[in-house]
Each structure stands twice: as structure tokens, then as C-alpha cells.
């Protein structure tokens, strides 16, 4: 109810840009919301590709800022758009906590049979009691954390849904400093 309570409050007061602001937030939870059910009901998410896995993450890098090191001729099978989906939300979410003048770091390559993916930040990392609760729907670190800096708590709920799509596995850890958010993909 928060963001229609503050488009409200701003269509009431006369502020456009406020307004604009709050549809865009309201679409994205809306989206997110979309691509989270989608993906668990839709047949079609279950259809196995080939992906070239090691491609995929240096297009998705590309539009970010980072620090790079990803193996080439990594492949598994799945669906490219819900991998990168998977991704791009770990990235976004470690944007928001990485210090000024911190890159993230974004690395992939073989383990063991499969395919391991590390989105690390530099930032301050979470208590430890609340590493698993990070991929619960909706769940925030810090309750009133502005929705500016925090988004809604999806993202990582809908990269860990896209990771078991695929059979895998995504787990966070504290890396002292920051938090390191591992993917690993059967290939």
C-alpha cells in the first residue's frame, strides 16, 4: 500500500515528478511481481536451451561497472532470459551497497561439474542471522530502510526461483567486507 499511499499524497499536493517517480516504482514491483509468478507457472520456463553461459555474463557485465573475470566456454542448459534475470538482480542489488569508488566483482567459472557464478560487493555486508531470509519474498535487511537505496525485496527472491528453474543452487555468505552471492548451474 506505501506506493500508492505516496502517489496519492504527491497527485494531492501537485508534485508531477513525485508522482512519476512512484508509477515507476509501482511498475517495477508490478514487474517484478509479473516475472516471479511467471516463472514458477509458465511451461515454457522449463524448456532447456543451450546457453552459453560465458557470453551471457559478459553482455550482462557490460552494463555495469565492474571488476571481471568470468572463464570462456562456460555452457548449461535453461532459459538465457531467466539466467540473466537471475544476474542482473544480483548485480543491481550489490550496486546499491558497494562504497563510492568500490567496484563489484562479477567471476564464473567451472567447479566440479558445474558452472559457479560470484556476484561479491564491498559493502557492509548482513548479519549473519538473516543470510538465508535474503532470498525470501519481499524480506529487507533493515525494516525502515528507505525504498530508495532498498527496492521492495524481490530480486534475489526471483534470481534464487530462476536458479532452482534450473536446477541450481544460490547461497550468500559475508566475505568481510561485503556480501558474496554464489550461483552454481549444472553444465
Do not use: W
Request: glycine share 10%; with cysteine.
Amino acid at each position: 500500500r506505501t506506493p500508492l499511499s505516496r502517489l496519492s499524497l504527491a497527485v494531492q499536493l501537485n508534485r508531477p515528478e513525485q508522482a512519476k517517480q512512484e508509477i515507476g516504482r509501482m511498475s517495477d514491483l508490478i514487474g517484478e511481481l509479473t516475472e516471479m509468478t511467471r516463472s514458477e507457472g509458465d511451461p515454457a520456463a522449463h524448456a532447456r536451451d543451450r546457453v552459453d553461459l560465458s557470453t551471457l555474463l559478459t553482455e550482462v557485465a557490460a552494463n555495469y561497472d565492474l571488476d571481471v573475470d568470468i572463464q570462456p566456454g562456460l555452457v548449461c542448459h535453461g532459459r538465457p532470459a531467466l539466467l540473466r534475470r537471475a544476474v542482473e538482480n544480483l548485480l543491481e542489488n550489490a550496486k546499491r551497497y558497494a562504497p563510492a569508488g568500490q567496484r563489484t566483482r562479477l567471476s564464473a567459472g567451472p567447479e566440479g561439474g558445474h558452472a559457479v557464478i560470484r556476484v561479491r560487493d564491498y559493502g557492509p555486508g548482513v548479519p549473519e542471522a538473516t543470510l538465508e531470509d535474503l532470498f525470501r519474498p519481499f524480506f529487507r535487511v533493515e525494516v525502515h530502510r528507505s525504498r530508495d537505496f532498498g527496492g521492495v525485496g524481490l530480486g534475489l527472491a526471483i534470481a534464487q526461483r530462476a536458479v532452482r528453474l534450473h536446477h541450481g543452487d544460490i547461497a550468500a555468505r559475508n566475505a568481510q567486507p561485503g556480501l558474496e552471492v554464489t550461483i552454481r548451474l549444472p553444465v
